[in-house]
């Protein structure tokens, strides 16, 4: 890597409007990197013989870019005459994640926030468990810890305002988030109109937010605190005039038509806006199974949206999904075996069926989808299992993840055509079940496996068969 990086270095005397960006992928699952330099503009840079990109960016402007590579994503920060390079390994994509050339201190920086924001939330039940007093000593304290390592880091490092704006919003909004989702975690579903109990200057920090920071649109703090913000406004809307002890229902259709106008109406920018709109309209109708207020939703979501594409992708969805609900026949869609045999789903489905999606990506979620399903074929031999693997790298490297996890490669597939197979089944997540009887008809599609709806749809499933 090292000669690679000093022979960069020399293309930094160029015009300041330029920038370059390059890097070195270990154990890459496929042969580019994708650069997302505006909403309208992506760039595939291939790597070479040696797993190595390269790009001069013109015009440069100071910004958040996002890089894709093998079905993950992480985000660098150009400004004009940076010289950026990265060296990564797929195994441990984020962790190993390193930066070099003009313009990395910056970017180490934030590679490591963002670290040590993830470590951070795993502890989020823990936290929950303080009281409300308890829980803001501990973000204050948090906070001023940050702030006053940023603080050193400038000392030694002097950077842009940019730069300095994007690292100092980074903590305050990771800080916000924290109140935001807060209620939810601490009263519970079945306690949530308790949030009004909550001290009175709880929320002061609501008198600072942007919600129209345009350099903040891709990054993941600051969306992630936005839709948590407007799940909690909406809250305010869902108590009104109801049950004070009333059960808290996400799906609730006032709940969720509050959120999109909430969003509507305090954000501007139309890349932002549109995103936190298509994020609440998919929630909410995928797991809305009442077609009158799937229609009061999308109604909503359309007359706010401006973008075109967006409104195409979300009625579509609609259409799909309707095409899922319970009593439907499943839709047939071309699968792949590990022989590379093509098969149509339809054709494997004669017995009640578990339908599983799995992605290297999400490790852990995979080995306990693949024995929890064994388990139930071993109790119910009747039982049929397909596993589908969504990942976006060539078919090796889905073989040898099975490989390596001795897994039985029975029943296994892929998509042959992968965004039509997502797009047909509708797939949310790896955490998406689908349950079909013998006949290939659809018991239920929105399932989680570790749910209680999942048991009561599996006890369907089996009495059936």
Known sequence: MSVFVSGCMDTTYAPEDHAYFGGEIINPKNNYVTLHLAEDQVDTLFLDEENRFFKKIDDVKSGLYAFLHGGEYQLVLLEPQDSVMLRLNTLDFDESLVFTGIGSKKNNYLIKSFLQDESEDKKKSTLFKMSPEEFEDYLNSKREEKKEHLSLFLEKYPSSEFFKNIAEANIDYNNYYYREVYPFGYYGDSKLVHFKDLPEHFYDFRKDINYNFEALREYATYNRFLIAHFNNLALDEYYKNTDQHLYFDRQSLKYNLKKLELIDSLVNVDAIKNYLLKVNIRES???????????????????????????????????????????????????????????????????????????????LNHKNLYYRTKKLKDRYPDLNVIAININDENKMYWKNTLKRNKFSTQNEYRFENLGEGMKTLVINSVYTILLVDSSGHIISSKNSLYSKEFENNFEKLIAQK
């Open 285 to 363: 109708i995928y797991m809305n199974d009442d077609l009158d207020e799937t229609k009061q939703l999308l109604a909503s979501y359309l007359e706010k949206s401006t973008s075109e594409i967006d409104k195409k992708d979300v009625n579509n969805l609609v259409t799909r999904l309707n095409r899922l609900k319970p009593g439907e026949p499943i839709p047939d869609v071309t699968l792949v075996n590990v022989m590379d045999e093509p098969q149509n789903l339809k054709s494997l489905i004669d017995k009640p069926t578990v339908i599983y999606f799995w992605s290297s990506n999400f490790d």
